[in-house]
């Protein structure tokens, strides 16, 4: 244990000195410049002619014609591309398992994953995209597959899922319309989800990847129309998909028990979800106006009504939500701002009870650094009507719940190595549970890269962070892109 806490220490004092170097190398202040409004600038009402995507993947616009130009060669009708990736991840801060638990010490993960993607071009402007990917871990085999509990396995060892598929085009001027299965993404938090409750998150291995590399694609039917310097979206969502959890087993699982069965939600018109969003684009600065009436991506424990009185069922309530969301560009400052109201929460420890919500989320980045950029985002997420009994497991939630997320990103050797540093707490003082990811991306030729960097976990008050201080880890990635 000593020798844990004396590794931990040296890396803190390594994240430490990475994070003053940050500030202290080619850290030439550029309070004069410009650049930073360059991407609000070129939006305006002089341009209404020209349509925008309505923030399917940022709250800045983007023609839906771009990608097909960008992406498919204009002799040939379509682009089949991907990339293939090797990575490995080392746990070093585990003790020695009691009998009969999974021994998470050293390589944790020896994974190849294949990714495919084809894109093409077809009559009058539609477009059509598919996307796929296979992983295997090959840490179980090495390991010893006896050692990991069928939960592990089903959820980590091996995997083959259709990602984003979908056609897209514009039946008439100002209109585009886009079905199947996709992502998109509300607000304008980079590190936080609050009016962003669309897709759900893969959440099997929290703290490694961003949070827009966890997003899961659903089918849904998305049609846009524009206008100046608005975009109204309506979206019908017709795949019923939750977030996924680490399983049982899992380093990262709270609890002793299995959870219970999943109640199903079948993918029908009945169950079908809705959203509406209102976009502007002005000249420095956004405004973004959301309704959503979805299922809640995390799940309650409820009475199985079809079982006997005392089975248990993990179950999604249906909830509604309206937000807004701002970005305010000021030299090279971008102020952000989200708001969200959710209502029809419910909580396993409050079977007969349903609550509402209130998000509230500020954030700055500061970009006047060279090639360096810096962001603070804190959410507080208050809960109407709270009682003692929600503070319990396996709810875990108080009446205020703080979450706040500190980032930096610098850029060397001509854009080619990029420093990331992610500072993650909840709570004031992380005191719910914490982690930190120092990470290094350096590109060795145009088409591979090489990932690699640690995380540390801090156990706290929080469901999901207990017991996972022991977590810490290494990782490696290679990426060939074709």
């Known amino acids: 244990m ?7 220490w040296r890396l803190w004092v390594l994240v430490a000195g990475v994070f003053f170097c940050f500030l202290h190398t080619d850290g ?33 616009p983007v023609d839906p014609h771009d990608l097909a130009s960008e992406t498919t060669n204009a002799d040939s009708p379509g682009r089949l591309g991907g990339h293939a990736k090797a990575a490995a ?19 944790s993960s020896l994974k190849t994953e294949l990714f495919l993607e084809f894109d093409a071009k077809l009559e009058d402007g539609w477009q059509v995209y598919a996307s796929c990917r296979a992983d295997y871990d090959f840490a179980y085999p090495i390991n010893g597959r006896d050692a990991y509990t069928d939960a592990v396995l089903d ?32 607000g304008t938090s980079d590190n936080i989800r609050v009016v962003d409750v669309i897709n759900p998150l893969d959440l099997r291995m929290p703290g490694i990847t961003d949070i827009e590399d ?12 524009y206008w100046g310097a608005f975009n109204l979206s309506g979206i019908l969502i017709h795949e019923v998909r939750f977030n996924e959890n680490p399983p049982y087993g899992s380093d990262f699982y709270p609890f002793a028990a299995p959870s219970p069965a999943e109640k199903r939600v079948n993918s029908n018109m009945r169950n079908t979800q809705f959203a509406m969003a209102l976009n502007g684009i002005f000249s420095g600065w956004d405004l973004g106006i959301y309704l959503a009436d979805v299922y809640d991506k995390d799940a309650h424990v409820e009475c199985c009504s079809s079982a006997p009185s005392n089975s248990l069922q993990s179950a999604h309530a249906r909830i509604k939500m309206v937000g807004t969301s701002t970005n305010v560009a000021m030299g090279n400052w971008l102020i952000k701002g989200e708001i969200a109201w ?26 006047g650094f060279d090639e360096t950029l810096i962001s603070l985002e804190l959410v507080d997420r208050h809960l109407y009507h709270h009682n003692d009994d929600l503070k319990q497991d396996p709810d875990g939630w108080n009446t205020d719940q703080l979450q706040w997320v500190a980032r930096m990103d610098k850029d060397y050797l001509n854009d080619t190595l990029t420093l990331t540093l992610v500072l993650s707490f909840y709570g004031e003082t992380g005191q719910d549970g914490a982690y930190q990811r120092l990470s290094a991306e350096y590109e060795i030729i145009d088409a591979l890269t090489v990932d690699g960097g640690g ?3 801090q156990s706290g008050n929080l469901p999901a962070f207990k017991n996972i201080g022991d ?6 990635e290679f990426k060939y892109s074709f």
């Open 28 to 60: 030439r202040p550029g309070w004069g410049s410009d650049d930073f409004l360059d991407g609000f600038d070129d939006i305006g009402p002089a341009e209404e002619d020209v349509p925008i995507d309505g923030f399917d993947d940022s709250t800045m």
């Open 89 to 107: 991840i080392y746990n070093f801060a585990h003790d020695r398992p009691a009998a009969g638990e999974t021994d998470w010490r050293g390589l």
């Open 342 to 367: 959710l209502d029809g929460l419910k909580f396993t420890n409050a079977p007969n009870e349903t609550f509402s919500r209130l998000d509230t989320m500020a954030g700055l980045e500061y970009n």
């Open 2 to 8: 000593l020798r844990h806490v004396v590794l931990r």
């Open 214 to 225: 966890l997003r899961l694609p659903v089918t849904l039917s998305k049609l846009d129309y």
């Open 455 to 457: 995380v540390l976990y």
């Open 471 to 476: 977590n810490d880890r290494l990782f490696l």
């Open 155 to 186: 959820a980590y060892e091996s995997e083959v899922d259709v990602r984003e598929m979908y056609l897209m085009g514009s039946p008439a001027r100002q209109w585009d319309i886009k079905v199947g299965r996709q992502i998109v993404v509300w």
